[in-house]
């Protein structure tokens, strides 16, 4: 493919590249290890004495085993060394446009003296497709088999042609069973040797032979016609059993395979695993993993239907080291804000922040850091412990986020910013990313329009942490030209979809443009911009869509920006032959993630207490009365506002501002009644606060608050009174920050303004 790269100019400075986008640590997986040819997965370490468990008629005895090529007995295997010939008991059909032949592979999957692999290949021409089929000889299969393999190919062909595995105990009459299939592989997507790892449990005791069969790919799922052009090589081909396993060396956090080798006819399994997750499984074959460093007992209970158990426990089974914790910070927001590029949070609402470091630390500390945006100086910060932590941010705009994580074994430090903001414009970009599209080998531009089948475009954004009103998107277009008029008139469309299963689901909102009105920039000054009609909110992940494509010819070019393909953090999807495919599963693997220049408008519902720390409660005498609470809402609150009692109301109207008073009112106590309680909910119509209000004859005194608004003049960062007076302004925690007749705040973000006896909250940016 050639890629043509455009630097971002037009669009804020954040978005130039600003540092390079860190690859995550490969996780290391035990008890999944393939033959010692094969090198895609890991090998667990094991003292193996090599002997395989037999079943005895009428006898119940617990053993088990674990699963793992280094921990299992070969029973039946081919390397296809021994002749220039298929081996002995093996067959093909004698097709003429698919041919299967014995071959060297040009890359070897274990040395030099692998002189040749099963090999077919399909005739290049689509109209020469053609179904053929490889087969073994005959084997006899042990109780808890494996079938493992080498399979060599590209992923890339798959819309040409496929690879499938059966099993057949008599000769593939009727009893025909997949175990594998090429369609199911992702990941790298170049040509190389795939590890097979399928179970032959279901043929215990029985005689069964393998095919191998070369067939239609995804372009042919219809007709079913047959494969063409691409190839694989096979070898490697090996059928094992469980050995018996001494004990066992793994890593934390490596997966184990556990497999019953018990006597009997079991029906039921009591698994325990002292230290692992689970600590408990009454499946057969379960999976465990542990976190902490130790020696583990594992115990296994059989019974069976008559109630006879046997008890297996090996002391000290599982020996488990640990390593010295990585540092990571996953955040529940996971979009960023444009103009800097820093997670997009919402201010005065709890964001959850998640320790994701690897190596299982067993300390975590928090820090949260505010200086001030203009100046650099300090204003404020919390310490926070724990590997789940929520956090409030009570000033807009930046805050640094340190988290240092720890273990026996060390610890490891990382930090990031984050950007409180009520609204404004979302993204998937990361620091370091760059604008592109790249040609399609001439079969289009990507994203654009293509003779691919792909017709749609996706950009999917995570949960917000309040719910999020989409005003809009704009698109970012490479190019927009097209020589037929009927094409210029085309509609390309911007939608707002929700989320089902990871993939766009319904379709909420929508505009378009003809392709003539869009605005292509080849240096990213303009954008397009789509604004929803409806301006819908949502409280859950989403996808903005992009499509018109389908109907455009090869005399149009139509084209937006995505960010140059990185080493992870895909968001981009695209409609692919009938349905949606992520991009980083389609394209060759390496740096194949991406997220598209779709960049949504949006606005946070946020609502709570005027002044931080005050607590979502009033109390009332017996006497009833009225009282007031000082309520935030970004987007107003709704008339009138719900109560649980028709004895408690609420009597003021909304303001029309982000501040308001609540004027809360309640009946005097009936007689013989001691005390009730009901709530107050006042909503934006997507966010509620709940306010819980108690009478009782115990409550107090009650306090009468001037309800009176004072009227403040605010300029940028400053706030004045209107009459000229004095003013003092707090953080909204009530920290007393200046007084005088202007005040300038330290930063950004919501303060409480008070002058003459008056106070307001004020948003100063």
Known sequence: ???????????????????????????????????????????????????????????????????????????????????????????????????????????????????????????????????????????????????????????????????????????????VTEIWNSKESDGDRTAHWHAVEASLAQYAGKTIRLRFTYTWGAGDEMFKTGGYMG??????????????????????????????????????????????????????????????DGTYDVSLTVTDANGNSSTSTRTGFVTVTGFAPTAKIQIADGFRYLSTLCPMVAPLTEVTFIDASEGYPTSHSWEFVKYNDVTGDFVTSESLEGAEVKKGFEYQHQWDVDLEVSNQHGSSHTSTTVSAEYSGAATNLRPGDYATTFDLEGSGTFPGNNKMKITMFAEKFSKPSTPLMVEGATVYFATANSEE?????????????????????????????????????????????????????????????????????????????MANFRGEGNTAFMYKDGKWVDVSTYFPAGKNH?????????????????????????????????????????????????????????????????????????????????????????????????????????????????????????????VSAADGGEVTLYTVQGVRLASGETVTAPAAGMYIAVTGGQAAKVMLK
């Open 1 to 175: 493919m050639n890629s043509i790269n455009r630097l971002i100019a037009g669009l804020p400075m954040a978005l130039i590249a600003v540092g390079a986008v860190a690859e995550l640590p490969v996780m290391r997986v035990a008890g999944r290890s393939a033959e010692k040819k094969v090198i895609e997965q890991p090998a667990i370490k094991v003292l193996a004495k090599k002997s395989v468990a037999l079943n005895a008629e009428g006898e119940v005895k617990s053993s088990f085993s674990v699963r793992g090529a280094d921990a299992e007995e070969a029973v039946w295997s081919e390397d296809f060394e021994a002749a220039a010939t298929l081996p002995e008991g093996w067959s093909c059909d004698p097709t003429t446009k698919v041919v299967w032949s014995m071959k060297k592979p040009s890359t070897s999957y274990s040395d030099a003296a692998n002189a040749r692999s099963l090999y077919v290949e399909g005739d290049y021409r689509a109209f020469n497709r053609e179904i053929s089929s490889a087969t073994s000889a005959a084997f006899e299969v042990p109780d808890e088999a494996m079938l493992r393999a080498a399979i060599y190919y590209s992923i890339n062909y798959d819309d040409e042609c496929r690879l499938i595995i059966t099993a057949s105990a008599d000769d593939f009459e009727e009893d």
């Open 231 to 292: 190839y694989f090589y096979i070898d490697g081909v090996t059928v094992t059993a469980p050995g018996a396993v001494d004990s066992l060396d793994v890593m934390t956090g490596e997966t184990i395979d556990f497999v019953d080798t018990s006597k009997g006819d079991i029906a039921v399994w009591e698994w325990s695993f002292p230290g692992a997750t689970p600590a408990v499984s009454t499946e057969k074959n379960p999976t465990v993993y542990y976190t902490a």
């Open 485 to 561: 008029l009927a094409d210029q008139i085309a509609n390309i469309g911007v939608h707002l979809y929700t989320s089902e299963n990871g993939l766009p689901g319904q379709r909420i909102d929508s505009w378009w443009w003809e392709l003539v009105e869009l605005d292509p920039s080849s240096d990213l000054s303009t954008g397009t911009w789509f604004p929803f009609t409806d301006m819908p909110v949502v409280n859950d992940e989403f996808f903005i869509v992009v499509d018109g494509f389908a109907d455009l010819y090869s005399d149009t070019d139509l084209s937006f920006y």
């Open 594 to 718: 991406t997220s598209y220049m779709i960049i949504p408008t949006v606005h946070h519902s946020v609502m709570g207490p005027a002044v931080a720390g005050t607590q979502p409660r009033l109390e009332f005498d017996g006497k009833g009365g009225s009282k007031e609470f000082q309520l935030f809402s970004y987007f107003g609150y709704n008339a009138p506002v719900e109560t649980g009692a028709d004895w408690c109301r609420v009597t003021n109207e909304p303001n029309g501002y982000t501040v308001d008073t609540l004027v809360i009112e309640c009946d005097p106590l009936p007689e013989g009644v001691t005390s009730r309680e009901t709530t107050v909910t006042p909503t934006d119509g997507y966010s509620v606060y709940p306010i819980t209000v108690r009478q009782s004859n115990s409550s107090g005194v009650e306090v009468v608050t001037d309800d009176s608004a004072a009227a403040f003049v605010v300029n940028g960062l400053e």
